[in-house]
């Protein structure tokens, strides 16, 4: 009962701590990690984060999933420098770029990223990659401003058709998602993600796990699908990651994101044909392959890859035959290009 008595002291104590807490780890993330890139105003108050490596050839700009920050480009991006210029960055809300500006929809993201660009100094023509969520947004780009689109490339592009409000029976799902952000924002302000983060992909995992164990089955069952996912990236990333899943600002911008997934598939789910572009999409060999109809409905001018090998990330399961794709759609596109450097797409994989 004695114990008891201290609690309206402790738990104080225990929260101001924790604020202190994530706040200098805050501060030591940013010191350490955003001179990898660099921060572009794009008007608002806002910013976003680039990271550009290469200088030859054309321009390849990459789009990330839905909770996906530039990190996960890392290993292609290098490769592809080889032979161009790669360019990743951060949407707003996620990664090191300022809070949300507006809805997170693929018109208000692709206007977004062209104001970025043309305040970076990078000029178009651009082949744009985008995986997952990010498909959404390259396409929107491309059907948007088609005189800057030299060529797409989808990697396992969101299907508009599989999601609210299309599909009402993922909206379970898509709450969920939105309410667990919603409580991970709160955990963030008092550092306990920053915990959680930093001992799965830093330290020896055991707070971590931990407090999987505490969530149950469903706990364990995240923890395994992030490390799995995670550990496909290199080791230097980890650490990124683990500030990124630490901030508050991460878990709203997620909220942001989730949030809009409706309007998203309203916006994109007739969407009119990519007419004049280029379009490869490779899609998991664990999914349903799109149909000939399907095809049509994203470009006149697209073909499908099959990645045998891949689950949704195939740049992290197959990251060679992405990089082969991006080169078979600057080849494709006649855009210029050095004669060194990584193999072409493999024909007979193609549908």
């Not at 508050?248 to 809009?260: D, I, K, T």
């Not at 490869?280 to 664990?286: A, D, F, H, I, K």
Request: hydrophobic content about 45%; overall charge positive; proline content about 7%.
């Amino acid at each position: 009962m004695r114990h008891l008595l201290w609690l309206p002291i402790l738990l104080p104590m225990l929260l101001v701590a924790g604020v202190v807490y994530q706040w200098l780890g805050a501060l030591r993330d940013r010191r350490r990690f955003l001179p990898w890139g660099r921060l572009i105003d794009i008007g608002g108050g806002r910013r976003l984060y680039l990271s550009q490596k290469g200088s030859d050839g054309p321009t390849v700009i990459f789009e990330s999933g839905i909770a996906a920050t530039s990190q996960n480009w890392l290993p292609v991006q290098e490769a592809v420098s080889g032979f161009a210029r790669a360019v990743v960055y951060d949407r707003g809300g996620l990664g090191w770029s300022s809070a949300c500006g507006s809805e997170r929809i693929p018109s208000n993201i692709a206007r977004e990223l062209r104001v970025m660009l043309r305040q970076a100094g990078i000029e178009p023509p651009y082949l744009l990659v985008g995986h997952s969520f990010g498909g959404l947004v390259v396409r929107r780009y491309a059907a948007d401003y088609p005189d800057e689109v030299a060529g797409v490339v989808l990697v396992d592009a969101m299907r508009s058709e599989e999601w609210p409000p299309v599909n009402e029976e993922r909206r379970a799902h898509l709450d969920r998602g939105i309410r667990l952000s919603a409580i991970g924002a709160t955990l963030a302000r008092f550092g306990v993600a920053r915990l959680v983060a930093t001992s799965m992909l830093c330290r020896s995992g055991r707070i971590s796990g931990a407090a999987s164990r505490a969530g149950g089955a469903g706990g364990l069952h995240v923890l395994d699908r992030i490390t799995c996912e995670v550990g496909k990236m290199p080791r230097k990333v980890w650490p990124v990651v683990a500030a990124h899943w630490s901030s508050p600002y991460f878990y709203r911008g997620l909220v942001a994101h989730l949030q809009a997934v409706p309007a998203s598939v309203r916006e994109m789910h007739h969407a009119a044909p990519i007419d004049d572009t280029p379009v490869l999409l490779l899609t998991p060999g664990r999914s349903e392959p799109l149909s000939m109809e399907a095809l049509r409905r994203i470009g006149l001018h697209t073909r499908q890859v099959i990645a045998a090998k891949s689950g949704h990330w195939i740049h992290l399961d197959e990251p060679d035959l992405v990089i082969d794709a991006i080169r078979s759609m600057v080849e494709d596109s006649r855009l210029p290009i050095p004669a060194d450097a990584v193999p072409t797409l493999r024909r007979d994989a193609c549908l």
